[in-house]
């Protein structure tokens, strides 16, 4: 059997988000590499790797088998619709898409509204709108962070349904709970500032949204 691969930086924060003993669902997991990865590392106890997409299925059954993987089911389907409540899943990771699809999955599926479940998501774009989405239904993030993998910067969220709608200030899509002191934080979110500074030029109303986040983050 091949010696296990290693998970780049992206993929490592992620896992590094799963519970121990986790039966994981990993939503959209093209070569199964996280939950491949995290089975036989001895991490989870359980995953489904699901894709919408034939091809990217065959290619995690693939590493599942290349690698001796057991205790991994591969499903097709639409988000959620791969995974049933009989399933147990108790920590869900939706990686490597963009916030919207993101957010459409999540508001799909009935599953995510559990206190119990630890949702993990990875956005590629729009990680402000995918924020502001979470706290208009109910949920929270409790743990974010930032990674620099291949050179670019990623945030990755662990968040949870609390069935509160808690009100969130104007600038909390982009500050997160990312811990200001933090240089790869600092990086993700100038990103931010940078995008909107470029926005503001054809749209005022967003100068004080600039400014208050480079207040924040002392870059003046
Ligand atoms: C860029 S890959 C990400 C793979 C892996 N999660 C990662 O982060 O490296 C995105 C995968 O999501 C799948 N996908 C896109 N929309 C989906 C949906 N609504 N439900 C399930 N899978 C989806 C695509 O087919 C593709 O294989």
């Known amino acids: 059997m091949d010696k296990l691969f290693s998970l780049d930086e992206r993929l490592k924060m992620c896992a590094s988000l799963v519970r121990k003993s986790a039966r994981l669902a990993d939503v959209g997991s093209d070569h199964a590499y996280l939950p491949v990865w995290l089975l036989k590392q001895g991490k989870i106890s359980f995953a489904i790797a699901s894709d919408i997409n034939e091809k990217p299925l065959g290619n995690g059954r693939l590493t599942a088998e290349k690698y001796g993987a057991e205790n991994i089911k591969l499903r097709l389907g639409s988000g959620l619709d791969a995974i ?3 399933d147990n899943i108790t920590d869900i990771v939706i990686a490597g898409m963009g916030g919207e699809v993101i957010s459409e999955i999540i508001l799909k599926s009935p599953l995510t509204r559990d206190e119990n479940l630890n949702i993990i998501l990875q956005p590629m774009t729009k990680s402000g709108e995918l924020i502001s989405f979470l706290y208009e239904n109910g949920f929270e993030i409790y743990t974010q962070r930032c990674v620099i993998s291949k050179g670019k910067c990623y945030t990755v969220m662990a968040v949870r349904y609390t069935s509160q709608k808690t009100e ?18 600092l990086r993700f979110i100038n990103a931010h500032i940078k995008h909107l500074e470029n926005k503001s030029l054809g749209d005022n109303s967003l100068i004080p949204l600039v400014k208050k986040l480079k207040n924040i983050t002392k870059n003046n």
């Open 168 to 185: 969130i200030s104007d600038i909390f899509p982009y500050t997160g709970k990312l811990d200001l002191n933090d240089e790869v934080n």
């Open 84 to 86: 049933d409540k009989s």
